[in-house]
């Protein structure tokens, strides 16, 4: 076999030129989201009210595999695309494995993270509609940072609510956000009905993505002009992120590399349907025998402890409901480090999958995943966002399990975004004052007896 190099890149001219609709493969339709108000399924014309019109046809596209990247897209996601396949040969010394790890890195833009491949065409979208303005939130910093910059790139207005604990962990988010335009508001706030309503219910609370994307949603409900943007958990997010899968795919298959395992991290699952997809699809179609493995904290386990229901996308049931895996949109999981990490549902497609068996789930202590990141960091000199440690740590065991059986797996898996602007959590764990916090099941119950009614 070939020489493999450190760093597989792919030519400008070898980008995907189309997304990837998992949804389209499914064997099965997923049942459809449903209206909050009437509880019958939701219309494209009800969910034009929140989100862009081609959000929206994107969303219910169950037909088309293959959707064209319009070209100004592909111009922009040429600044900063391909992201690279990165052979970790250093970590597999450190190791002393004989497993195969690559990940597919993508910190390389300034938002620092996979969440770009999708503001990009989302905002696009906005200003062909001939939309003013967005609102969105974002919890860790990412989204907001991503949508900022594309905001700020095509000329539109931006409204960012920003979970409060993660505002103040995180002041330059903030700034970097303003630089690019946008405007930003810890959430909850008393700008909004129903930031007002959860801070005087939970009076002090560092608030959540559930809370935040209350806020977001009614701002755009009730100001001309302006939608809504969601950053992850919707089919079209993971339909852009998909360039993830289909660039390492065409990477790897320049060497005739196939994963036998493929691992990402998963807060809403858009970094993890993407990677997987152009895999998954060929493994619905029975072409491989991969494994996927979704990663999550242990401090908010919707896939590993989750029910499978229909349940609302925010804290005040303002979304329409889902069939996914949850822990209830009441469940607020206690502030820990893995920011972007931290909801109580998951996207659609990659709950189907689960339920059906195609996809693992294991959850991490945070303690445990930044242990894995400082040898990371240590050996492949690279330094990730909390959220990517999830992945890289069950790469991580998945490649010293290898050890012990001598087989020589392929490991892939996503290394979402650089840790730069984390160092307070890696400054926490470092100290040695980072703890886990696990929550017991009466208080998983607590968030499950927040499903909505329907599921009786
Ligand atoms: C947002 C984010 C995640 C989690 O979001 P998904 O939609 O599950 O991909 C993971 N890593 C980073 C760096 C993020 O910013």
Excluded at 36 to 43: L, M, S
Excluded at 103 to 114: A, D, L
Excluded at 176 to 194: K, N
Excluded at 348 to 359: A, E, K, T, W
Aim: include cysteine; proline fraction near 6%.
């Amino acid at each position: 076999m070939a020489n493999i190099p450190y760093k597989i890149y792919l030519s400008e001219n070898e980008m995907p030129q189309f997304w990837m609709n998992l949804q389209a493969y499914l064997p099965k339709k997923l049942d459809p989201m449903l209206d909050p108000k009437t509880g019958r399924p939701v219309t494209e014309e009800g969910l034009r009210a929140v989100f862009t019109d081609e959000a929206v046809r994107q969303e219910l596209n169950t037909t088309d595999k293959l959707i064209e990247i319009p070209q100004p897209i592909l111009d922009f996601y040429r600044m900063y695309r391909p992201s690279p396949v990165v052979r970790a040969y250093n970590l597999e010394k450190m190791l002393d494995t004989p497993a195969e790890l690559y990940y597919k890195f993508e910190g390389t833009n300034t938002s620092g993270s996979h969440k770009l491949n999708s503001a990009v065409p989302q905002v696009y979208y906005a200003r062909e509609q001939g939309l003013t303005n967005v609102t969105t939130e974002t919890g860790a910093g990412q989204w907001g940072t991503a949508l900022a910059m594309a905001t700020g790139y095509y000329g539109l207005g931006l409204k960012v609510f920003m979970v409060k604990s993660s505002a103040e962990q995180k002041p330059h988010r903030k700034a970097v956000m303003e630089t690019y335009g946008g405007t930003v508001i810890p959430s909850p706030s008393d700008t909004t009905a129903v930031g007002r309503k959860i801070l005087q219910e939970h009076p002090g609370t560092g608030g959540s993505l559930g809370c935040a994307i209350s806020e977001a949603v009614e701002v755009a409900l009730n100001q001309e002009g302006t939608r809504y943007l969601l950053g992850s958990v919707l089919n079209h997010v993971l339909l852009h992120q998909s360039v993830i899968g289909l660039e390492a795919k065409a990477a790897l298959d320049k060497y005739n590399i196939t994963p036998d395992v493929v691992i990402g991290c998963t807060g809403g699952g858009s970094n993890f349907g993407g990677l997987i997809a152009p895999y998954m699809a060929d493994r619905l179609e029975g072409k491989n025998n991969i494994r996927f493995v979704a990663v999550e904290p242990a401090s908010c386990p919707t896939l590993t402890r989750g029910r499978f229901a229909y349940d609302y996308g925010d804290t005040g049931r303002m979304t329409p409901l889902m069939k996914m895996y949850t822990l209830g949109s009441g469940f607020i999981p206690s502030s820990n480090h893995a920011g972007g990490l931290r909801y109580h549902g998951m996207n659609p497609i990659i709950s189907q999958l689960r339920h059906d068996g195609l996809v693992d789930a294991v959850a991490y202590e945070q303690t445990r995943v930044f242990r894995a990141a400082k040898i990371f960091c240590k050996s492949e000199g690279n330094l990730p966002a909390p959220e990517s440690n999830h992945a890289l740590c069950a790469a991580m065991d998945e490649a010293i399990r290898c050890k012990e059986t001598g087989e020589k797996k392929k490991i892939l898996f996503c290394l979402t975004g650089t840790g730069f602007f984390d160092m307070p959590a890696y400054m926490l764990y470092n100290s040695g004052k980072m703890t886990d916090s696990i929550p017991t099941d009466e208080e998983l119950e607590q968030g499950f007896a927040t499903l909505p009614e329907i599921n009786l």
